[in-house]
């Protein structure tokens, strides 16, 4: 309850005004000019807490939640007689899951088959993963009366009250199915329906409603009006057919239902979208590898050693005429005459056993030269190794595939819609068109996306990046236009000749090793970048080409990133691209002397080229101040220098007509040295300065200098 201190509209204070009233004029006055408003309600819920061992209610009773409300609210003011709202809100909903554990195997019985015996650990899963439902009826009736208060509120003019009454019923409902353990279904459905109110029953001034149950009573007799309904369909395919190969499949359609009741016959539209997508990574070094690998398992003919044959009763084994030499000069004694001293004799002994033994060591080395040598002439170089090992470099291959169809329908009659529309396998919906339509009957939008990439590692330093890309998109209302685009490289200046060529990335590491860098750099690397594009836009068709762009960029062509041996950072980057969009007239018919239909307009040029550089130094250092009150307080500090320089040249120019020469727009020239300076004194205290200076020279705006200076200082207070 609230009293306002003046009357609506003026100035005049209330209190004052009803003190000189009597008490029955004070009372109807209060009635006019105040706010009342008061609310009740309620809220119960229900569910059931402990499971029980019962299969019929652990699976049913046990997963339903209930839940009802009402409430109710009154209020009036100097503007509105009177506001009466009631509610009533129910809904139940279940839930079951099936767990993990229900599934069988069909193929048990097949074992470990040779070829056939991944089969036998198939899983089928007989039941779905889970199921939930929900209900919802909602009933709310609000009846609103305005009114107009005089300026003293003694009286008042109340206009026809208006009575609103709305039952509406929402249900859903969705499962998730694993057919077998790479493929898995989800489906979900929900709709909106509004129970037909009862006009004959309910006046306008009447604070009557349908019951709670009457409206579900005439809910499920059909009673009822569909005001929308959705769908949402899901199937993924994981298969694992070799183990060097990766396979994604998925299919969703998205659908949705809406009717317009207000509308009648032109109120009814569909819409379905849906996705197909599919992808391959193909792992072509470990395919080639485990080829390798099966090879140099599997040794090669000829290349074992034959073993020595069994000897005949009472001789010796086959032995090697030089091994049989070798072992009678190790039995055979040494002698010396008698009359040599003992050392004498071994030194000789010595001598005459390495001069004996030096001719053979020489031979023995000639021999195993001799055999090396035809044993390289023998083996040689395997085609099919080399080949094999160069292969097994390959990254990598990356196979994307995507499809994109959204329809709408509008203006249908009141049929029922196909169940293929719903899931996006049909592309009409079943009904026909109500023919007091006069807007678009059909909204059609197509897209599909081709992604193929790569790589190739020359070396270990040395890296190879591909990729190659194909995009188209049509859309259909009144009129049908489209566009596409995919990797392209362009011939010549612009002139839009060329052919589809994927973008590469080559990055060179490792070029601290080489002289230059070797004493002053700890790591080097340079790399570039080519990506080209040509687009195409149509209409009616895609031989009706009203413009092309061409867009070729080098970004970048050459990046040299350079770490010093003294912790200093250099980054050199040097960027080029060039753009070419021309635009064609599908409808002109001018042709040439050899009657070619030239249906070239005009046509833009673009030129860019930008060098970049940026070189940084960073030191960390810290120390504590010896002071007893500081209580050795630590201080962090650390420089950030920097400096920066870049250049950018850009060139626009038009042609209009085939044959006339190219007209230049715009050329701006811009350059920029900027060196900066941070300097850290601590955690808290931060500061540094900078310094640019550059220019600007463009033909359209003429000659700009650059110059700037700055110092800023950061202080970060906190409390403890």
Same mark, same amino acid.
């Given at each position: ?89 129910? /809904? ?57 208060? /005089?300026?003293? $509120? ?6 026809? =009250? ?59 007799? $059909? ?11 899901? =199937? ?84 090697? #005429? ?21 050392? #004498? ?51 990598? &291959?990356? *196979? ?12 249908? !009659? ?26 678009? !009957? ?36 009144? @009129? ?8 392209? *490289? ?15 990335? &080559? @990055? ?21 970048? *080519?990506? $080209? ?9 895609? =031989? ?29 980057? *040097? ?7 021309? !635009? ?79 007209? =230049? ?21 931060? $500061? ?18 650059? &110059? ?13």
């Amino acid at each position: 309850e609230a009293t306002p201190n003046r009357f609506t509209g003026s100035d005049i204070f209330v209190e004052y005004t009803l003190a000189r009233l009597p008490d029955s004029s004070r009372e109807k006055v209060l009635d006019h000019i105040q706010s009342l408003c008061s609310q009740t309600g309620f809220n119960v819920s229900v569910s059931r807490r402990a499971r029980s061992n019962n299969f019929l209610v652990k699976n049913t009773i046990d997963n339903l939640r209930t839940s009802f409300s009402y409430t109710r609210g009154q209020s009036s003011s100097s503007t509105t007689k009177k506001s009466n709202r009631q509610g009533y809100n129910g /809904s139940i909903d279940y839930n079951l899951n099936f767990g993990r554990d229900n599934f069988i195997k069909p193929f048990a019985w097949i074992g470990k088959a040779p070829l056939f015996g991944k089969l036998s650990e198939t899983k089928l899963y007989y039941s779905p993963q889970k199921i939930d439902a929900r209900l919802q009826a909602t009933n709310n009736l609000q009846i609103n009366q305005t009114r107009t208060v /005089s300026a003293f $509120g003694d009286r008042e003019r109340v206009a026809t =009250a208006r009575r609103s009454d709305d039952y509406n019923v929402t249900y859903n409902y969705g499962t998730s199915y694993k057919v077998f353990e790479n493929l898995t279904l989800d489906l979900a459905r929900n709709f909106a329906e509004r129970i037909r109110p009862d006009t004959t029953r309910f006046g306008a001034d009447s604070t009557k409603t349908l019951g709670f149950t009457q409206g579900l009573g005439r809910f499920l007799s $059909g009673d009822k009006d569909l005001l929308n309904n959705g769908q949402s369909f899901n =199937a993924r395919y994981n298969p694992n057919f070799v183990s060097w190969m990766n396979n994604n499949f998925s299919y969703s359609s998205t659908y949705r239902f809406a009717n317009n009741i207000q509308q009648a016959d032109v109120g009814r539209s569909t819409n379905v979208s849906k996705n197909v997508s599919a992808t391959a990574s193909i792992r072509l070094s470990t395919f080639f590898q485990s080829l390798q690998r099966k090879k140099a398992a599997t040794s090669p003919a000829g290349s074992q050693r034959q073993a020595p044959g069994r000897a005949a009763p009472g001789k010796k084994p086959d032995v090697p #005429e030089e091994k049989e030499q070798k072992e009678e000069e190790e039995e055979r004694p040494t002698r010396r005459p008698p009359d040599a001293p003992e050392e #004498e004799a071994q030194g000789e002994g010595a001598n005459k056993d390495k001069k004996e033994k030096e001719p053979e060591g020489q031979g023995g080395k000639e021999e195993k030269k001799e055999k090396e040598s035809k044993g390289r002439r023998g083996v040689g170089i395997n085609p099919i190794t080399a080949l094999v090992s160069t292969l097994a470099k390959i990254k990598d &291959v990356q *196979f994307n595939y995507n499809e994109r169809n959204s329809l709408g329908h509008n203006a249908l !009659l009141d049929e029922p819609i196909s169940l293929a529309y719903q899931f996006g396998f049909a592309d009409e919906p079943g009904p026909d068109y109500a023919e007091n339509f006069t807007g678009a !009957l059909r909204n059609v939008s197509k897209g599909s996306t081709y992604d193929v990439s790569t790589g190739f590692d020359v070396t270990r330093n040395i890296n190879i990046g591909l990729k190659f890309s194909y995009d188209t998109q049509e859309t259909e209302t009144t @009129t049908r236009t489209g566009n596409s685009s995919l990797s392209w *490289f362009q011939l010549g200046d612009a002139d839009g000749s060329g052919f589809a060529f994927p973008e590469w990335t &080559v @990055t060179l590491n490792g070029l601290e090793k080489f002289a230059l860098f070797k004493k002053i750099a700890s790591t080097a690397n340079v790399s570039t970048n *080519f990506s $080209g594009k040509k687009s195409t836009v149509w209409k009616d068709s895609s =031989a009706g080409v009203t413009g092309e762009d061409f867009s070729i960029s080098f970004r970048p062509l050459l990046r040299l990133n350079v770490n010093w041996k003294n912790g200093m950072v250099s980054n050199f980057q *040097f960027n080029k691209t060039t753009g070419y969009k021309p !635009l064609y007239n599908p409808n002109s018919m001018l042709a040439d002397e050899f009657g070619f239909v030239d249906t070239f307009q005009s046509a833009s040029f673009t030129k860019t080229t930008e060098i970049s550089f940026t070189h940084t130094y960073s030191k960390r250092s810290g120390f504590r101040i010896p002071l007893p009150f500081l209580k050795n307080k630590e201080l962090k500090n650390s420089v950030d220098l920097r400096v920066e320089f870049t250049y950018n040249n850009t060139e626009q120019s038009s042609q209009y007509g085939r044959d006339t020469d190219k007209t =230049a727009n715009n050329a701006t020239k811009r350059w920029e040295f900027k060196p900066s300076m941070t300097y850290s004194f601590s955690t808290r205290v931060r $500061g540094g300065s900078h310094f640019a200076i550059g220019n600007t020279q463009s033909k359209l705006s003429g000659n700009t200098k650059i &110059v700037e200076f700055g110092i800023d200082v950061n202080i970060s207070i906190r409390g403890q």
